[in-house]
Nanobody, 123 residues
């Protein structure tokens, strides 16, 4: 199983960025896909999650990204995305994608993790 996150980089405050996570070795029909992040000196925190269509297909967001970030998944391409709009300096962190055989959760107990991609928001 591999999760490969990409798309990070340097973006100005108020700008946009789209992260991708390519998943291999899993049947995504049975996995929730989530994004977490970890800023320097802070604990890893949950950002967003999308349930599989075999569950409710629902999407969920933490309060600090709701209305700005959008999670989506393309199971045919084995990929989950995180569209980040109106980014703020406090969004600076390493972003990790993760997969879990259950339903969405904001606990970092997912079954599989990607390696992370750095997002830096700065002028």
């Amino acid at each position: 199983v591999q999760l490969q996150a990409s798309g990070g980089g340097l973006v100005q405050p108020g700008g946009s960025l789209r992260l991708s996570c390519a998943v291999s070795g899993l049947n995504l029909n049975y996995y929730a896909l989530g994004w977490f992040r970890q800023a320097p000196g802070k604990d890893r925190e949950w950002v967003s999650c999308a349930n599989s269509d075999s569950n409710d297909g629902g999407t969920y967001y933490s309060d600090f990204v709701k209305g700005r970030f959008t999670i989506s998944r393309d199971d045919a391409k084995n990929t989950v995305y995180l569209q980040m709009n109106s980014v703020k300096t406090e969004d600076t962190a390493i972003y990790y994608c993760a997969a879990d055989s259950g339903v969405c959760s904001n606990y970092d107990l997912y079954d599989y993790w990607g390696q992370g991609t750095q997002v830096t928001v700065s002028s």
